[in-house]
C-alpha cells in the first residue's frame, strides 16, 4: 500500500516512507431507524465524511531499506508541511493506491485534533495521524469564509479545477 500527502495544488508531494499494515479508512452513512406502528424502518442517510487513520514513524536521515521509494530522508519535511496545513487551515490531498496502483482513497481532508508526534531513541519520528473528508461541493464554494476564500483561490490555478468550477456553474 502506498500513502501520497500533497498540498492542495499537487505540487509538494509527501510519500509516506513507511505505511503500517493496519491503515483505517472509515466510510458510512448517516442512517436512522424510526420506529412505527407498523415495526422499525431503517432510513438511508446522507454519506458521512471519510475518515483515515494510522501510526507509523518518519525516518530522522537514515535510509532503511524498508521505506517507499520516493519518500523524503528528513522525517521533519513531513512534520513542517502536516503543521503548515493546520496553521494555515487549508485542505491536504490523500491518496492512497495499493501496490497495483489501484486507488483505495483519493480525497481532500483536514488533519484531526489526532495529530501527535514524538522522537524516539533512535531519533525518528514515530506519529499518529487522522484525516477527516474536506467535500468539495457547491455549498463549500458559496460559504464565504476567509479559508474557503483561500482553497478557492488555490484551486482555480489548475486548469482541471477550473474546468469543475465551471461544470458545476460556479465560474
Known amino acids: 500500500m502506498y500513502i501520497t500527502l500533497s498540498d492542495i495544488n499537487g505540487t509538494n508531494l509527501f510519500i509516506v516512507p513507511i505505511v503500517p499494515p493496519d491503515v483505517d479508512i472509515k466510510e458510512g452513512g448517516e442512517n436512522d431507524t424510526l420506529k ?6 431503517r432510513l438511508v442517510g446522507e454519506k ?6 494510522w501510526s507509523s514513524i518518519f525516518p530522522v536521515n ?14 521533519y519535511d513531513y512534520i513542517n508541511f502536516l ?42 519520528i514515530r506519529y499518529s495521524i487522522s484525516l477527516t473528508e474536506f467535500p468539495v461541493s457547491k455549498w463549500d464554494y458559496i460559504n464565504g469564509s476567509p479559508t474557503l476564500k483561500q482553497f478557492i483561490n488555490t484551486l482555480a490555478v489548475q486548469s482541471v479545477a477550473k474546468k469543475a468550477l465551471a461544470k458545476v456553474g460556479l465560474i
Request: aromatic fraction near 6%; include cysteine; proline fraction near 1%.
Open 36 to 41: 412505527t406502528v407498523k415495526g422499525n424502518v
Open 48 to 53: 458521512s465524511l471519510t475518515t483515515v487513520s
Open 62 to 75: 537514515k535510509n532503511y531499506g524498508f521505506v517507499a521509494v520516493g519518500s523524503r530522508v528528513n522525517g
Open 83 to 124: 503543521q503548515e496545513a493546520e496553521r494555515t487551515k487549508v485542505p491536504i490531498r490523500i491518496i492512497i493506491t495499493t501496490l497495483t496502483k489501484r486507488s483505495l482513497c483519493n480525497m481532500l481532508a483536514t488533519i484531526d485534533d489526532g495529530f501527535a508526534w514524538a522522537i524516539d531513541k533512535a531519533g525518528d
